[in-house]
């Protein structure tokens, strides 16, 4: 499955972004959709996953209250709104699918079909 992260952008702190993932070539059906993000000389960092069966959301703790994972099924696409931005959450995000489970939903391991990645900045 090919995946087109989008909606990155320059957003002041505060702001809010919507970041899409789109697949083609095949549906989402079977996968986990988890959103990753790397800082500038940081480790890439789980952010939210879904299971695009049913829909079950997870979250890294620090970011659950401003993040909303969530999927349209009818174009393939799942989404994460992020809202109350801070400087700290400037990242290039990744979009990832892969047959996680519970235990490795956080792992960038458990997901093998990346997207390329789009630029979030928030200034300060």
């Known amino acids: 499955v090919q995946l087109q992260a989008s909606g990155g952008g320059l957003v002041q702190a505060g702001g809010s972004l919507r970041l899409s993932c789109a697949a083609s070539?095949?549906?989402?059906?079977?996968?986990?959709v988890g959103w990753f993000r790397q800082a500038p000389g940081k480790e890439r960092e789980f952010v939210a996953a879904i299971r695009w069966s049913g829909g079950s959301t997870y979250y890294t703790d620090s970011l659950k209250d401003r993040f909303t994972i969530s999927k349209n099924n009818a174009k393939n696409t799942v989404y994460l709104q992020m809202n109350r931005l801070e400087p700290e959450d400037t990242a290039v995000y990744h979009c990832?699918?892969?047959?996680?489970?519970?235990?490795?939903?956080?792992?960038?391991?458990?997901?093998?079909?990346w997207g390329q990645g789009t630029q979030v900045t928030v200034s300060s």
């Open positions: 990832a699918a892969g047959r996680a489970i519970v235990s490795t939903m956080q792992s960038p391991n458990a997901y093998y079909h």
């Open positions: 070539e095949r549906s989402f059906g079977g996968y986990a």
